[in-house]
């Protein structure tokens, strides 16, 4: 691929399963690696953890593919694995974790991660869409599934009925 652009599913796959860059020359393992507040406080980085089909507003740099691109991209193991790290990685910052049995349940960071995003909306909300969203792309529909469940309980737990909009747009996000 030397002296030519790179679409967007080369880029991807590249980037979730073979150790390529991002926009800024950061691999994914180097990002898996931040702590939670350079999550928090990084914006641009989750638009290659979870890309989608469609432009983010907030990342111009970010990969956007077609529907049949993330077929095939959803059937490398390589890039399959990739986007699992990333999921998990996601989990643990919102204080969750996802049992052998596939269920999501808090972990035992929950106290100290959820005040970041359980109890009011948040640019969170909108991360959990995209990784809603993207999940089903790359083949986890189940993942997602099982997230969205999940989500569902906190929020209706945690947040005053009147701020539980982002379930709508988290239920869509797997339509």
Sequence with gaps: MQGQAMNAKDSICRYLGYGGPDHLHRTLDESLAWDDERLESTHDFVQW???????????????????????ALGVDKRVRAGVERAMHRM???????????????????????????????SHNDLRITRLLKSLCLLGHRQQAEALLSALEDIIKCERDPSDQGALIFWREALL
């Design 91 to 121: 989990l643990r910052f919102y204080g969750l974790r996802q049992e052998a049995s596939g269920v999501i349940n808090k972990a035992r960071e929950w106290d100290r991660r959820s005040p970041n995003w359980a109890f009011k909306k």
């Design 49 to 71: 953890w979870f890309p989608l089909a469609e432009p983010s507003a907030f990342n111009p740099h970010a990969p956007v593919a077609s529907h049949a691109e993330f077929e």
